[in-house]
């Protein structure tokens, strides 16, 4: 590949339609830490759950008690999940209507938010800070599945990953992890520590209710440490996970529960219940933290955002995805020196990536993901207008949907992961329809600006004998230029 | 029938076979796979093997699990102390007709307890998480190919082709799809225009051949679970067919409200091996179907009603060969003391020598053999007595 393709491929979606390619590659790249909008006019408007979620949780679990609707409460959180979809469209039958309006305004909102994440990379004149959004996206992957994570998945990057690309890692991570969108997906919204003065109350009593949540969730704890953090070999202990899931007692999401009415609420979206939050320090790695309420959490995060431990995981997964599967040692360990060194700058980082010999190999790195192929495809063709629900399906077909990841790792970055026969048949099948719909002139010229020094021989070929210039564009969007980047 | 729960004696007792079979290992080979089928199910998330087969008759057992332990009420049972989750009333089924076995206390080497660590070893095979690049469903699948005239289909029945069967051996995989299908001019230009790509040109290859082998599956996506267990049949049980297959199962990372949760997946996965069986027609006597999960989750439920990562957890064998009808465990106890780091069930069996004294069997492998290619560097031997001889 050739400096400038390298720049329009490997480090963002590739060319749009009508554009020229960067005659200064690094330059077209370094522009883009200035150009770059947090906060486009597409999503002004979906900053803000609204409560909807704390509304749509209430109502859940006040018609617990109904098998039925416990059936059709659960989107399936990967395809192979749910059980078969007749039961399910007979529960949503059965369930009260205000379940079934909240259900689908749910969908629709996700859809909405799924296609607008889509159509921002698809025209967005940063597209490599785009690819920045949706890495973070992704080491931080919250996924729909949980009741009521509809309304907060695109909240959770339009507000918790968005302004921070360029920003603090510290920042992102406190307010990614302390999002109502990870709350609920990690289960910590219901967690309650065991001597909070809440907890205690109710053994008092003695009027607890068995199959009701009363205690302490770990779920979240270990995957700060294990995921957004340290790393499975960060040095971290059972004993750390407890303790980190003790200091974060008492983050929920606003509204919700008997104990909704004393919350506090937190910039990240999120609210503090100090009568769930377990009492007393908190000893997680070594280093003891004293009792401070939801301000104990925050340092920790603090902590483990500095740790040397976090600056190797987050430097090796940055080269992982911009230089290769294989991460090449040397730039791991720049990355890692500059995380250190600037205390987590984002954009230093980034302006290491694009210092890096590494990233600017000649031959291609990477099998591009599904997301990245869609969005490179709808670039080059100048596809923009697509409905909704259509960019939904599309992404559906292909195997990667936006907040859908199947665990909280997120998507795999990997080749392997990907590069499989049956992708391939789809990503065909889904060229041609993309490419029929779609003005099919001088497809040759176009194939030679989007890689500009970079189209192969024999995609040359297969472009010049195609029978139409809908046909040549479909195979440019399946050619191993396209595939790769 | 059903017997009571087998001890280590059972295990201990059986463990013969093996020093023959390295000696000679190109005879062992030779009787080769023939058309003998494998299914490998691998439950993602970490399926809790306690409340798929739970130690009812362990005295310990409701202090740990309390209220969910009605649902096991009229459940069927194996022996009188293990009891089958009410959503697996097929599996309970085949059990008691000699057809399923259970596996309990079992757990891989790793000791961890990070999903995706734990499913890198379960798949790999490997002795530490991401040592190992390929999967043991591939090297099974080289194995088996050694010599053979032609190399065998493996097929994952999935949108990605997962770990296990990732390696040099040439796999396909497939899922249903709802785009309409490409016309058949693009097709064979994209054959041309991958020729020269050894890697897509290859991928391309397997998946038009796949592809014709599915032709018409009438479904949209995987998301039916009765559906892909049909689906899986009709891809391995003629003779073209593969002979290797693979499906994923989600929804087993039960952290809050388990009784519910565990039900629903639970449910979707009897589904599937029902419809797999029925589909196989036939061919099921000649089919091993192997269910595992990456490990087990904590004994007792935690404070939202679900259960958190642990250590053992259940596997279950199927399939028209299978000695069934009985539990294979060296069952470790739920008293607190007995707990791994007071918290989990005990692992007391390796589930690589589950897994390789299995498929070895079933195969007609050399069972050392095959643990050495499988599941390389580890002590424990491979289990055998699985498969009826």
Redo the contacts between chains.
């Keep these: 590949m050739s400096r400038p393709s390298i720049a329009l491929s490997r480090f963002g979606y590739g060319l749009a339609a009508g554009d020229t390619p960067p005659g200064d590659p690094r330059r077209y790249l370094l522009a883009q830490l200035e150009a770059y909008d947090p906060a486009p006019v597409a999503i002004a408007g979906r900053m803000r759950s609204r409560g909807e979620t704390a509304e749509m949780v209430e109502l859940v679990r006040s018609l617990r008690q109904d098998?039925r609707a416990?059936?059709a409460m659960?989107e399936?959180?990967?395809?192979?999940?749910?059980?078969?979809?007749?039961p399910r469209a007979a529960a949503l039958e059965g369930l009260p209507p205000e379940y079934r309006t909240k259900l689908a305004e749910a969908r629709k909102v996700l859809v909405a938010d799924v296609a607008a994440r889509t159509q921002l990379a698809v025209a967005s004149p940063t597209p490599m800070v785009e690819r920045l959004v949706h890495f973070w996206s992704n080491h931080f992957s919250v996924s729909v599945g949980k009741l009521g994570t509809q309304f907060e998945v695109g909240p959770h990057e339009f507000t918790a990953i968005r302004p921070h690309v360029l920003g603090r890692f510290s920042d992102m991570l406190k307010a990614a992890v302390l999002h109502p969108a990870m709350l609920l997906y990690?289960?910590q919204f219901?967690?309650?520590g065991?001597n909070a003065p809440f907890a205690q109350r109710r053994t008092r009593r003695g009027g607890d209710r068995?199959?009701?949540?009363?205690?302490?969730?770990?779920?979240l704890a270990?995957e700060v440490l294990?995921l957004h953090t340290l790393g499975?070999d960060g040095g971290y202990s059972?004993a750390d996970v407890t303790e980190l899931a003790r200091a974060l007692t008492g983050w929920t999401v606003p509204g919700i529960g008997r104990v909704g009415r004393f919350a506090e609420d937190q910039p990240s979206g999120a609210a503090f219940v100090a009568l769930v939050h377990e009492p007393g320090a908190r000893r997680v790695l070594g280093r003891t933290y004293p009792a401070g309420e939801a301000r104990q959490a925050l340092a920790i995060l603090e902590t483990l955002a500095a740790h040397p431990a976090t600056a190797r995981h987050i430097a090796t997964k940055l080269a992982r995805h911009f230089a290769g599967d294989t991460p090449p040692p040397a730039l791991v360990a720049r990355l890692e020196a500059d995380f250190l060194a600037t205390g987590g700058d984002l954009a230093s980082l980034t302006r290491t990536l694009i210092d890096a010999p590494e990233v600017w190999m000649p031959g291609p790195v990477k099998f591009r993901t599904p997301f990245e192929w869609l969005v490179g495809a709808l670039r080059l063709t100048g596809a923009a207008k697509l409905p909704a629900q259509r960019i939904v399906?599309a992404l559906?077909?292909l195997?990667q949907v936006p907040w859908r990841a199947?665990?909280p790792?997120g998507y795999d970055d990997l080749a392997?992961?990907?590069?499989?026969?049956?992708?391939?048949?789809?990503r065909?099948?889904?060229?041609?329809?993309i490419a029929g719909n779609v003005p099919a002139d001088d497809i040759l010229a176009r194939a030679e600006a989007a890689f500009p020094g970079a189209l192969g021989e024999?995609?040359r070929t297969?472009l010049k004998?195609?029978?139409s210039g809908h046909?040549a564009l479909?195979?440019l969007l399946?050619?191993?230029e396209m595939?790769r980047r | 029938m059903i017997t009571a729960l087998d001890r280590r004696s059972l295990l201990a007792g059986s463990l013969v076979l093996g020093a023959g079979g390295l000696a000679l290992p190109r005879l062992a080979f030779a009787q080769g796979a023939g058309h003998r089928n494998l299914l490998f199910v691998l439950l993602r998330g970490a399926a809790d093997g306690m409340a798929m087969l739970a130690p009812v008759g362990d005295p310990g057992l409701e202090a740990l699990r309390g209220a969910s332990l009605a649902d096991y009420e009229g459940a069927g049972r194996l022996g009188s102390f293990f009891a089958v989750h009410p959503a697996l009333a097929g599996v309970a089924a085949a059990a008691q007709s000699g057809e399923a076995l259970f596996v309990h206390a079992a757990a891989t080497a790793y000791r961890e307890r990070s999903h995706f660590d734990g499913q890198n070893l379960l798949e790999t095979g490997g002795t530490a998480p991401y040592a190992t690049r390929d999967g043991w469903l591939n090297r099974l699948t080289a194995l088996l190919n050694e010599g053979a005239p032609t190399p065998l289909r493996a097929l994952a029945i999935a949108q990605a082709v997962p770990l296990a069967l990732r390696g040099d051996a040439p796999v396909s995989n497939y899922a249903p799809s709802a785009l309409p299908a490409a016309s058949d001019d693009l097709l064979a230009r994209v054959s041309q225009l991958y020729a020269a790509d050894g890697e897509l040109g290859a991928l391309w290859q397997r998946a038009l051949e796949t592809k014709a082998m599915a032709e018409d599956d009438g479904l949209r996506n995987l998301r039916d679970a009765s559906a892909a267990g049909e689906l899986a049949a009709s891809l391995m049980r003629d003779a073209g067919g593969a002979r290797i297959g693979m499906i994923e199962l989600g929804g087993w990372d039960t952290h809050a409200n388990q009784r519910g949760a565990f039900a629903r997946s639970a449910r979707g996965l009897d589904a599937l091996l029902a419809a797999y069986k029925t589909g196989m027609g036939a061919a099921w006597a000649d089919t091993l179907v192997v269910v595992a999960t990456e490990f087990g989750r904590t004994a007792r439920l935690n404070g939202t009603g679900g259960t958190d990562h642990g250590t053992a957890g259940a596997a279950l064998l199927m399939g028209g060969g299978v000695r069934g009808g009985r539990v294979i465990a060296d069952w470790p106890g739920l008293a607190e003391r007995q707990l791994f780091e007071g918290r989990d069930l005990a692992p007391t069996t390796a589930l690589e020598s589950v897994l390789a004294g299995a498929v070895a069997e079933h195969l007609r492998l050399d069972p050392e053999r095959a643990m050495a290619r499988l599941f390389p560097g580890r002590s424990a031997k491979p289990l055998s007595g699985i498969i009826r001889s």
């Design positions: 098998r416990a059936m659960t399936p959180p990967e395809a192979m999940n749910a059980p078969a979809e007749d990690l289960d219901q967690s309650i065991p068995p199959e009701r949540p009363r205690g302490l969730n770990e779920n270990r294990e499975v059972q399906g559906d077909q195997g199947p665990s790792a392997a992961s990907w590069a499989g026969p049956d992708a391939l048949v789809r065909v099948e889904l060229a041609e329809r024999a995609t297969q004998r195609a029978e046909q479909a195979l399946v050619s191993p595939m």
